[in-house]
């Protein structure tokens, strides 16, 4: 028997896991490791930037305090923005997913979810850029929205943090919407049938039933919706005021109208444990189970 | 036209991830000197030129189709000639093409053209070739007196003049007549309804000038108060947004009744009694220079192409188009016929008289780690 795992075609079968991990595997290392390196390296360097000199290595560790220096208040607008957008798209995506997967005709769910795809056809900055027209002072909406008295008279919508919110929330709903529909759509209807029948009302049997068994999709959707917006810069580039900028702005403006090299990568790592801190401690409150399904679950 | 800042965004937006790369990219040469120290300065090299040519430009910067500029000089050379729109932006290219000319490589580029403060800070770090006068008979024998030499290349040396403007305020007439210079745009009269532009060298000097400061002469004290003034009118919502070219299309959709901007920019602009005026308390010249860099490939067809853009009936056809000011002479004369309107426009064709008094993109004093420091104030306030 010991002969047989030595065998060629065993060791063929212990090597599949590697071979097929390798592309991506090798993809990451090219294309994150190794610029992460660099980044990280360039991130303790000093000089003065526009000079023959340039920026040496140093292990500098004083561009990390300086890319927060002052930083507070965007931060915390980064933030707000970035966790408002998610939370409003999880509002829109969830019911909306509940629908298409489960209430209505299964043939019309093929044309729904092409419907949410749709806006991917156009790039996002093209998208973005309409909504300047939509928001514009002038436009009939911003007229309703003022006859309604949601925006006051003098007020506008274009160039203020609710443009910049509603610019982030359109854009990343695709990734929220797909995730829950896709949890949605696996469960096993009997199961809240069986919850009805143990006298769960339609509200308790959501509760109890399907909310916990989709999970896993609300999770993976918060972090696809949460991590993006948390880095744009374009939805505040476009739709935001001079008072609504956010830290994607700032690393931008720091790399290329700067050319602070330094601080800029520091500032990228700053953001990179920022988002990694939120998401760690978001899978440890909702469970890790949430975010990759349980095993019982897989089989 | 499609004005040369018009792109600046959608550059931007290309830019984070290129920005990745480029980091990985510098990071990759620890002593990162620029393609040549001072004193072992190239010469870019003259003589007859022939085969293939790559030449980086602004969008909408020469006369375009098959009749165009690029058509007509490849038919009289004989060259064959590539050229691309892709300087959107002074830094952004410039960040973009460090890397490369860290190691004394243009990209395969032989010519590109910057706005003169870019072409005299690329000049100071090496990466730029010398140009020889005696390549460029034609353009030393029409270029206009005031052009000959300029604050940041007293003998040319590095940087023929390519094309240039003003830098000003538009008004929409329509809303707010009365504007009539930089200052008013603090009037809290105009609270939300005005623009400034992300170019430091553009508004800060138009600021200091409302302020009665001469912007080649202010102190960087004088800077960083008229960045703080800035600051002040953001905070307070004054300024609605700093923008690139962006600022024509707030114009066109009614979001504001003026903007500081850049005077070739009238056509962008689709509405009705928007008007470029040149403020009665400054005004700012920036002109773009054509420049040979470090490595150069086929340098004889650079000169050559500047000789023939510099002949004034190709410089006409140019001016036609782009609607900028020329720094050759007899195109005037030339447009007088063949296009009139073009011919008496101010913004185009200003007297000396009225750019006497503009300041011309100037950097702010002192060392590169002063202009360091007003340039990240500067950013602070547009950028958060």
């Known amino acids: 028997m010991r002969k047989s795992e030595r065998s060629p075609a065993n060791l063929r079968r212990r090597l599949i896991p590697y071979a097929l991990l390798a592309p991506g595997a090798i993809w990451l290392i090219l294309f994150f490791v190794v610029p992460m390196y660099f980044m990280g390296e360039m991130s303790l360097r000093s000089g003065i930037p526009n000079t023959p000199e340039g920026f040496s290595f140093s292990w500098d560790f004083s561009n990390y305090t300086q890319a927060l220096e002052g930083r507070g208040e965007q931060i915390l607008r980064t933030s707000f923005y970035a966790g408002t957008a998610t939370f409003l798209a999880l509002l829109i995506a969830y019911p909306l997913a509940y629908a298409i997967a489960l209430k209505v005709n299964p043939r019309w769910r093929l044309p729904l979810l092409f419907a949410v795809i749709a806006p991917f056809f156009t790039t996002y900055l093209i998208r973005t850029i309409a909504w300047e027209t939509i928001l514009a002072d002038a436009s009939p909406i911003v007229d309703v929205l003022k006859f309604l008295a949601i925006v006051p008279d003098n007020g506008r919508v274009l160039d203020t943090s609710g443009a910049v919110i509603a610019g982030l929330t359109y854009n990343f709903l695709p990734f929220m919407i797909l995730p829950i529909y896709a949890s949605l759509e696996r469960i096993d209807t009997s199961l809240i049938e069986a919850g009805k029948d143990l006298y769960a009302s339609a509200r308790q049997a959501f509760f109890r039933v399907t909310l916990p068994l989709t999970m896993p999709g609300v999770v993976a959707g918060s972090l696809l919706t949460f991590i993006p917006a948390f880095g744009d810069y374009i939805n505040p580039e476009f739709l935001g005021g001079a008072n609504n900028t956010m830290i994607g702005n700032k690393i931008q403006s720091t790399y290329l109208e700067e050319s602070d090299y330094p601080e800029a990568a520091a500032l990228s790592f700053l953001m990179m444990a920022a988002i990694l801190i939120v998401v760690l401690l978001y899978i440890r409150l909702a469970g890790t189970e949430a975010f990759i399904g349980s095993e019982e679950e897989e089989r | ?384």
């Open chain 2, 1 to 384: 036209v499609i004005s040369k800042r018009r792109f600046r965004a959608l550059v931007a937006a290309g830019g984070t991830l290129a920005a990745t790369v480029v980091i990985a990219a510098c990071g990759g040469d620890d002593d990162s000197v620029g393609g040549a120290g001072e004193g072992e300065r190239t010469v870019a090299q003259g003589g007859t030129p022939s085969g293939e040519v790559l030449i980086s430009n602004w969008p909408g910067y020469v006369d375009p189709g098959s009749n165009g500029t690029i058509p007509q000089f490849e038919q009289q050379s004989g060259l064959q000639v590539e050229y691309t729109e892709d300087v959107n932006d002074n830094v952004t290219f410039f960040n973009k093409l460090k890397p490369q000319l860290d190691q004394g490589s243009s990209g395969g580029r032989s010519l590109f053209v910057v706005t003169d403060w870019m072409a005299k800070r690329m000049y100071d770090l090496g990466y730029l070739q010398e140009i020889n006068h005696a390549d460029l008979p034609t353009v030393f024998q029409n270029i206009l007196p005031q052009f000959e030499e300029s604050t940041t290349d007293p003998e040319r040396k590095f940087s023929i003049p390519w094309q240039g403007g003003q830098t000003g305020i538009f008004v929409d007439t329509a809303q707010a007549p009365e504007i009539t210079s930089v200052a008013q745009l603090f009037d809290p009269k105009y609270k939300g309804k005005v623009t400034m532009l992300t170019e430091m060298r553009d508004t800060v000097p138009l600021i200091l000038q409302s302020e009665g400061i001469a912007a080649d002469e202010a102190t960087k004290e004088d800077w960083l108060a008229a960045i703080d003034k800035l600051r002040q009118a953001r905070d307070s919502g004054q300024i609605r947004r700093f923008t690139g070219n962006e600022y024509t299309e707030d114009l066109t959709a009614g979001n504001i009744v003026a903007a500081i901007g850049w005077s070739g920019d009238t056509s962008l602009i689709g509405k009705e009694g928007v008007e470029w005026r040149r403020p009665t308390d400054g005004c700012d010249l920036f002109f773009d220079q054509a420049v040979i860099p470090v490595g150069a490939p086929n340098t004889p067809a650079a000169l050559a192409f500047l000789n023939f853009a510099y002949t004034p009936e190709n410089a006409a056809n140019i001016t036609d188009y782009v609607q900028y000011v020329t720094p050759v002479a007899g195109v005037q004369e030339i447009l007088q016929q063949e296009s009139p309107k073009v011919a008496s426009d101010p913004k185009i064709f200003p007297t000396e008289e009225e750019i006497a008094p503009c300041s011309e993109d100037p950097d702010p004093p002192g060392s590169p780690e002063d202009v360091a420091e007003v340039e990240a104030a500067f950013q602070e306030v547009i950028s958060g």
